[in-house]
């Protein structure tokens, strides 16, 4: 667990986290709207190496960035469906290909096509404050910790 001061400090978190990504990842992200979750996938996508304008999918349900060393960064928001229905298999080829990095916002509503291998990062409001409160947990959590805190 972490406080993250400010949406700088989130986006550096991302960053920091997606430099160590390698494809294959699925990042599941937990937080209240405008907790900080496409503040944070900004941050991968820098780590990444990825020169475009990430934007929050929430209305066109996915979005899909070229990466460095031919890896591709999938983000996909949930929040507007009550089923994922043809995008579940959308996102399951995201999950099966190993040069994908897949990033899941308001994944509660299609949980059952979640890998159990993924990393949650949930983020919270502090109270009266712009900070948050990040914590990491799921297969490898450690991993992308290391040289962090």
């Known amino acids: 667990m972490m406080i ?6 989130m ?10 990504l390698r494809g294959g990842e699925c990042l599941e992200l ?3 709207v405008g907790a900080g979750k496409t503040t944070f996938t900004k941050g991968i996508a820098l780590g990444l190496d990825i020169d475009e304008d990430v934007q929050s999918p929430t209305f066109t349900l996915s979005r899909e960035y070229a990466a460095r060393d ?17 995008l579940s298999f959308e996102l399951a080829e995201s999950l099966l290909d ?4 897949t990033i ?6 299609i949980g059952a096509v ?3 291998k993924r990393v949650t990062v949930m983020i919270e ?3 009266d404050n712009e900070a948050r409160k990040v914590t990491l947990s799921g297969e490898n959590a450690d991993t992308y910790l290391e040289d962090i805190q």
């Open 104 to 109: 899941v916002e308001w994944g509660e509503t």
């Open 70 to 86: 031919g890896l591709t960064l999938a983000h996909y928001d949930f929040y507007r469906l009550q089923e994922a229905g043809v």
């Open 98 to 101: 190993p040069n994908t990095i």
């Open 114 to 116: 979640l890998p159990d």
């Open 125 to 127: 409001y502090m109270p």
């Open 11 to 20: 986006q550096k978190l991302g960053r920091r986290i997606g430099v160590k």
């Open 30 to 32: 937990v937080g209240d």
């Open 4 to 9: 993250i001061e400010n949406d700088a400090a």
